[in-house]
């Protein structure tokens, strides 16, 4: 499985990102996806959950109203709005395979990318 990352950047706080990952090498549509986020020092944390049909979605409170995932099976891709951005949003963003829903297990990450947010 690849998973490809992209549309980080920098932007200042209240602006608005969108990150797309694009998967290849499996069955996408049969699978749940998710965003996580690593900010310096500190532990990689789930942002955001997608379920393999996109009916059910999660998201940490950090970014509940600000921020939405959603996925597109018949290209595979799965996406991340973020809009109102805060400098605690700056992190490193992956994607991911979800191997279990609502413990989370990772199968497959993708590379991150970079979200900077000024204040």
């Known amino acids: 499985v690849q998973l490809q990352a992209s549309g980080g950047g920098l932007v200042q706080a209240g602006g608005s990102l969108r990150l797309s990952c694009a998967a290849s090498?499996?069955?996408?549509?049969?699978?749940?996806m998710a965003w996580f986020r690593q900010a310096p020092g500190k532990e990689r944390e789930l942002v955001a959950a997608?379920?393999?049909?996109?009916?059910?979605?999660y998201y940490t409170d950090s970014v509940k109203g600000r921020f939405t995932i959603s996925r597109d099976n018949a290209k595979n891709t799965v996406d991340l709005q973020m809009n109102s951005l805060k400098p605690e949003d700056t992190a490193v963003y992956y994607c991911a395979v979800l191997g279990n829903w609502g413990a989370w297990k990772v199968d497959y990450w993708g590379k991150g990318t970079l979200v900077t947010v000024s204040s």
């Open positions: 997608i379920s393999w049909s996109g009916s059910i979605t």
């Open positions: 090498g499996r069955t996408f549509s049969s699978v749940a």
